[in-house]
């Protein structure tokens, strides 16, 4: 709180100030105490009017807010718009004159608003300054990134960061502390215009009444303080007072000549008002200043006109009212009488000559440009109590320079423009053009454009190019150019004819832009499109391309050609266990050598991954030769890439695996070809690996029917196209014990399809995943639905669990899931896992097993004997059984390994504590065997098919029946 009022006579009335960064009008010191104009002036009048002045120190947005939501009094240093007019009163007059400049470093060569196209320019937010400049790019069709800050200070830093490249701020605080941040003044002027004090929209008309009446005093020079207070903040003279750079030698000359007849005026209208006698020539003096094609006034200290020239005067809706005693309100809108009014008072209150442009609006809503120059006018004493000015309308010169300007900017743009006469010779180069062809202006003029040929274009294309200028008016079109240092180089070249009115040809423009940027981002981009990153081979997609184009070529002329897959062996090893930097490293050289097994014109690409594509054109049209070619060209390759490789350092072999694929007909399209290769490379990895194989149409067959089944495995899951059928299981002392679920799929056209068929195919594609889940369920709720029968409800469900089901990540759960929501008894069923599952994460697999044996569930480990077992795994395994496989029982009688097998089998899993079945007992002698041995449970034809589970009782009978 600064109270300001020494009175104690009534209690001082306390007004709260919003304070935010806008050194020096307002702004809060190092010391944390209000500073600067505003705060010197409110000073002054909260003395008089005894107000106790609270500064509140806030953001010029949130001081806006407070200040219309009532919790602020007065905001000082706002720039009154119309969208803030409707929020807040104003001061009546502006209180402090100003305008925003653009500040740049000493090197910049920023000089004008144009410069500042693609630049960043720093300004603070929220302010009518940065609404003013963004309206001013667009404008223009700048494209500047502005970068907000909170405080003129923070703009000035952002440019000595280097994140900003000019600053924009008020003059007044730019004089004060731009020098400090290195920075100097652009010579761009924006916004100019006044400063005004703010409250809250008919909040306090009586804050603002006080201030307004000790504004007037400050207006008319009978308070000192307000110039002392200016002197102290403002440390160089306005740029208001600054005159233009060129002066309308016109509008000087005129106003030499009106001051010299107003003097003379002036002085005999005081003789005659003095001695009451006749001026004789006044009546030619007027018409010499009526006659001016200018606005001649003058107006005294209250901005009042005590004359005007005709000129002026036919400005009035009613000339002969007349303009003497009145003010520019009679002929302008507010927003001009506010900028003559800014104008004059630099020049009533601070006695400074100015020339300045004016944009004027008049009432009927025509606006005018005018050159104004005024001059105090002073008594003897020296008091100015007039100024006299003269106002030159330059709206139709404003736009001829303006358009002139334009072209100028236009003319040294980025672009490289050149204009010659009508016989190519060169009278005008901007310095991109120059800067862009190495030679200097001086060198061009006088020249041809020819000068610049690189010898890329015949002369049939320049005269080309002439033809199509006398014809059209106009060329454009890119073209090789040499510079100066010989560079050759792209550019975008237009040209355009200019014609007299008669139709002659009198000058040719054109413009330059250097593309090879553009060029080089094409090249990128087609290399990227059609080529390999890693070894910079042809891609997938242009190996495509040249392959359809080589079909096509290969029809015209009766040759043959062939397309060699080519497929690293082990490439996945060597990756995992030396990381891909390695692997890298090997598809590099294998790319090279393999450059080295063809001919120029045949194309060496690559796939992606590990797989490559030679394709071999121009081979002999009769399919032995040109598999004879092709295969000679194999062995190469197989020779060349089974030589030793040096990777990080070391020593490392490999070999690959080729498929071959010959084409003639050019009926044979590019996506068959690439099929039918990589189908017989896949034949040469199953043939051992490091050979070469040649496409066979019984493979194309059989991988045809593959495709259609898994197609129709697909259909079959969605349409409930499988059923379970049951093989019993049988013991010697119980009788039928349970049975194994066998998946049966019922093709409506072909009838009941073999497992043996269709279970590789569901297992390659992963459809044995969703395939075993319906398994599962259906498994469950056929023991749900035996348990309802007390003959079967004993029976346990053996059912298959593909490794691939069993590893994936659900498993468990899936499994928990099925049992709760069928209802089904764990202890009834029975999975039947493989030895194959044990080659991989042993340890994954019994915690799996253990969670589920810890609900009841049993397992049973199916064909055992077939594949690989460790006796310490089977120790650890939480199983239930053991099943011999069919095929040790198929030959049990005959062959003497296999009922040693079996009998080895029996007492692993007696001594293991397990149970054991077989499969495949067809016949009492095997099973008289296996009983022999110790098997007491068996499972084959001998005791029934696998049948719908209807037949089941049935065949339970039939066994209890048996001896």
């Not at 402090?96 to 060569?109: A, G, L």
């Not at 490999?654 to 017989?680: F, N, Q, W």
């Not at 697909?714 to 019993?728: D, N, T, V």
């Amino acid at each position: 709180m600064l109270p300001v009022s020494a009175s104690t006579a009534a209690p001082a009335r306390e007004v709260r100030v919003g304070v935010y960064a806008n050194e020096p009008t307002v702004f809060m010191n190092q010391h944390g105490r209000p500073a600067g104009i505003f705060v010197d002036l409110l000073n002054l009048v909260a003395e008089r009017e005894r107000w106790s002045v609270r500064y509140v120190p806030c953001e010029l947005r949130a001081c806006l807010d407070d200040l219309h939501n009532g919790r602020l009094d007065l905001v000082p240093d706002v720039p009154r718009t119309p969208a803030r007019e409707a929020q807040f009163d104003f001061t009546a007059q502006p209180i402090v004159d100003t305008w925003s400049e653009v500040y740049r470093q000493s090197s910049s060569p920023i000089q004008s608003v144009l410069d500042l196209d693609g630049k960043r320019v720093a300004v603070q937010r929220d302010t009518v300054q940065k609404d003013h400049f963004m309206a001013l790019t667009r404008r223009y069709g700048l494209q500047v990134m502005v970068v907000e800050v909170d405080s003129p200070d923070q703009a000035f830093s952002a440019v000595g960061s280097k994140n900003a490249e000019a600053a924009i701020t008020s003059h007044l605080f730019g004089s004060a502390r731009a020098p400090g941040h290195g920075l100097v003044d652009s010579g761009i002027v924006l916004q100019p215009g006044g400063l005004y004090i703010a409250s809250g929209k008919d909040r306090n008309p009586d804050l603002l009444a006080a201030i307004d009446k000790r504004a007037a005093q400050w207006r008319d020079g009978s308070d000192a303080a307000y110039g002392q207070v200016m002197r102290r903040w403002v440390s160089r003279p306005s740029a208001n007072t600054v005159g233009r750079p060129v002066l309308w030698a016109v509008g000087a000359l005129l106003l030499a000549v009106a001051l010299g007849l107003l003097v003379v005026f002036l002085r005999r209208r005081r003789v005659r008002e003095r001695s009451r006698h006749p001026w004789t020539s006044g009546h030619k003096l007027r018409t010499i200043l009526d006659s001016v094609g200018a606005f001649i006034y003058i107006k005294d200290a209250e901005h009042r006109y005590q004359y005007a020239n005709q000129h002026m005067l036919a400005l009035l809706p009613d000339a002969a009212g007349g303009l003497i005693g009145q003010d520019d309100s009679a002929i302008f809108d507010e927003a001009t009488v506010r900028q003559l009014t800014a104008n004059d008072r630099l020049v009533l209150e601070r006695g400074e000559r100015i020339e300045v442009e004016e944009t004027n609006t008049f009432h009927d809503g025509s606006v005018r440009t005018y050159l104004s120059m005024k001059m105090p006018l002073r008594d003897s004493d020296g008091r100015i109590h007039a100024l006299c000015g003269i106002s030159t309308d330059i709206t139709d010169h404003r736009g001829v320079e303006e358009s002139l300007q334009i072209a100028a900017i236009v003319f040294e743009s980025f672009e490289g423009m050149v204009v010659t006469g009508p016989d190519q010779r060169i009278i005008q180069a901007n310095t991109s053009y120059a800067r862009l062809t190495g030679y200097p202006v001086e060198e061009l003029v006088g020249k041809t454009p020819a000068l610049l040929q690189s010898g890329r274009h015949d002369q049939t294309f320049y005269r080309t190019m002439q033809e199509t200028l006398q014809s059209v008016g106009s060329w454009q079109g890119e073209v090789w150019n040499r510079r100066k240092d010989g560079e050759v180089y792209p550019a975008w070249i237009t040209v355009t004819v200019v014609r007299s009115a008669q139709g002659a040809i009198t000058h040719y423009v054109g413009t330059q832009t250097d593309i090879s940027s553009r060029k080089a981002a094409e090249d990128e981009i087609r290399l990227l499109a059609f080529y390999d990153p890693l070894t910079g081979l042809p891609n997938r997609r242009l190996m495509a391309d040249r392959l359809q184009h080589s079909l096509a070529a290969s029809a015209r002329t009766g040759t043959g050609g062939a397309l060699l897959f080519v497929d690293m062996d082990n490439f996945k090893d060597l990756n995992d266990t030396q990381g891909h930097e390695i692997g890298d490293q090997l598809l590099c050289q294998v790319a090279a050598r393999l450059g080295g097994c063809v001919r120029n014109g045949d194309t060496v690409a690559r796939l992606g991954g590990d797989e490559f594509v030679l394709l071999l054109e121009g081979l002999s049209a009769l399919p032995h030769e040109a598999a004879s070619q092709a295969e000679m060209v194999g062995r190469k390759v197989l020779h060349a890439l089974g030589q030793s490789y040096q990777l990080g350092g070391h020593a490392h072999h490999s070999s690959c695996s080729i498929g071959v694929t010959l084409y003639a007909d050019p009926h044979t399209t590019v996506d068959e070809l690439l099929k039918r290769g990589d189908m017989a490379m896949y034949q040469a990895k199953g043939a051992g690996r490091n050979t070469l194989r040649f496409f066979d149409p019984r493979t194309q067959a059989a991988v045809t029917a593959r495709t259609a089944l898994e197609a129709g495995l697909r259909e079959a899951l969605r349409e409930g196209q499988f059923l379970l059928h049951y093989q019993p299981q049988i013991g010697q002392l119980e009788g039928l014990v349970g049975a194994e679920a066998l998946l049966r799929w019922e093709h409506p056209q072909r009838g009941l399809v073999s497992p043996a068929e269709f279970i590789p195919v569901a297992e390659a594609c992963g459809l044995i995943v969703p395939l075993g889940a319906w398994i599962l369920r259906a498994a469950c709720l056929q023991l749900v639905e035996w348990a309802r029968n007390p003959a079967s409800a004993h029976w346990t469900l053996a059912v298959n669990v593909s490794a691939l089901q069993f590893r994936h990540p659900h498993f468990v759960e899936d499994v928990v899931e099925v049992l709760k929501s069928t209802g089904a008894n764990p202890v009834r069923l029975k999975l039947e896992l493989t030895e194959s599952l044990l080659l991989d994460d042993v340890e994954d697999i019994i915690r799996r097993m253990t969670t589920l044996r810890a609900l009841g569930v049993r397992f049973s480990l199916d064909d055992f004997g077939t594949g690989y077992s460790s006796l310490s795994y089977l120790k650890r395994l939480p199983l239930d059984q053991l099943k011999i496989d069919q095929s040790f029982v198929r030959d049990l009688l005959t062959d003497p390994n296999d009922a040693a097998i079996a009998r080895t089998i029996v007492n692993l899993a007696h001594s293991l504590d397990l149970g054991v079945i077989a499969e495949g007992v067809e016949t009492p002698e095997q099973r008289d065997m296996l009983a022999s041995v110790g098997c007491l449970h068996w499972q084959g034809y001998l005791f029934g098919r696998p049948a719908p589970a209807s037949a089941l009782l049935r065949i339970a009978e039939q066994v209890a029946l048996q001896p």
